[in-house]
């Protein structure tokens, strides 16, 4: 009797400690709430693991590291998400791996003219600078632009000029030249030159290495900034979507930030990284399901390629693309930071 009553002793504690580590489980699987985060991005495009070597590969990663480590030790040391995002995005700037500030693809005419913004959360406040040249980090004299004018966005000549009176560091044309963007200009003038500019289809990879950051602070403000040089052999003037609040990027502490890389003038149609805070003010879905709603469907749909890195107010990331690879790389507080290049 005592045999038996003993299995059933043993049975009932098994059963209560299965139970007990069932309901453990569970509470680990649910989704936390971060105390601050940080995504960056380096640009997407024709992305494949045979067609790069691994010495390439590994500078790119450490590269994408060293980036998004700057950004998360401001969040760490009680910053601003704007601090983050600017401090991420200028060590991409100084790059010449990167399609932004030293890195910069050429236009039609041989220049550099670069295009940046910043957008808060909090205040929705934005600064921006379009078709600019010799100023080595734009993303920084955008948020002059948003801190110091009531403005929105400067471009040409006139934000030079701002750029001057702020004091912010200009760097000659000789900066700017990397000889691959020299190269990439030359094989695309000669491809132009067999056909009318009309018909000329814009290479996969021609915007590859637009930068950007996205960040949740320990006050729980949002912040987004997008860098880039456009697009090569663009024409004079011309602007894509990255200094345009609400087509490259947007922030609002109330839904998400964004920041956005592909092929602008469909982003500026698109209107996508706003259509991204719409869906999940308006809707009521989470991050994860607009982000891919917009960029896999409607993106998509409309024959447009990129991406976009996105987080929320709980420091939830996403990073949908529809192409075969984006420069990409993520650290939430209490997790180890991850970087990825390619699809899989």
């Not at 993520?330 to 390619?342: D, M, T």
Request: net charge negative.
């Amino acid at each position: 009797m005592r045999t038996e009553f003993s299995k059933y002793v043993v049975l009932i504690f098994m059963f209560l400690f299965l139970l007990l580590n069932a309901c453990a489980n569970e509470e680990i699987s649910v989704s936390r709430e971060y105390d601050f985060a940080i995504a960056i991005h380096g640009g997407a495009g024709t992305l494949k693991r045979e067609s790069m070597s691994s010495e390439t590969e590994a500078e790119y990663r450490a590269k994408l590291l060293e980036a998004l480590q700057e950004g998360y030790h401001v969040l760490e040391n009680g910053g601003s998400s704007l601090d983050a995002v600017v401090a991420a995005i200028k060590i991409m700037e100084n790059s010449p791996l990167f399609n932004a500030g030293k890195g910069a693809v050429f236009t039609h005419n041989g220049l550099n003219e670069l295009d940046a913004s910043i957008m808060d959360g909090k205040t929705l406040k934005a600064g921006a600078v379009g078709a600019i040249r010799n100023v080595k980090n734009p993303i920084g004299l955008a948020r002059l632009v948003m801190e110091k004018t009531w403005h929105v966005l400067l471009i040409g000549e006139g934000a030079r000029l701002f750029a001057e009176e702020q004091g912010v560091e200009l760097v000659s044309d000789e900066y700017f030249f990397t000889k691959r963007r020299w190269d990439s200009l030359q094989n695309s003038l000669e491809k132009e030159s067999e056909k009318d500019r009309s018909e000329i289809s814009i290479e996969s990879n021609s915007y590859l290495g637009t930068v950007g950051a996205v960040a949740l602070d320990k006050n729980r403000n949002l912040a987004a900034g997008t860098s880039t040089g456009g697009m090569t052999n663009k024409l004079y003037g011309r602007v894509g979507d990255s200094p345009l609040i609400g087509a490259g990027t947007y922030a609002n502490n109330k839904t998400c930030a964004v920041s956005a890389t592909g092929q602008g003038e469909y982003f500026i149609r698109g209107m996508i990284a706003h259509d991204i805070s719409a869906m999940m003010e308006y809707s009521g879905k989470g991050l994860e399901e607009s982000s891919h709603e917009v960029i896999m469907n409607k993106l998509t749909a409309m024959g447009g390629t990129g991406g976009v890195i996105a987080i929320d107010s709980e420091g939830n990331i996403s990073m949908p693309f529809n192409t075969s690879g984006m420069y990409r790389a993520y650290h939430q507080s209490g997790e180890e930071p991850v970087v990825k290049i390619f699809k899989d």
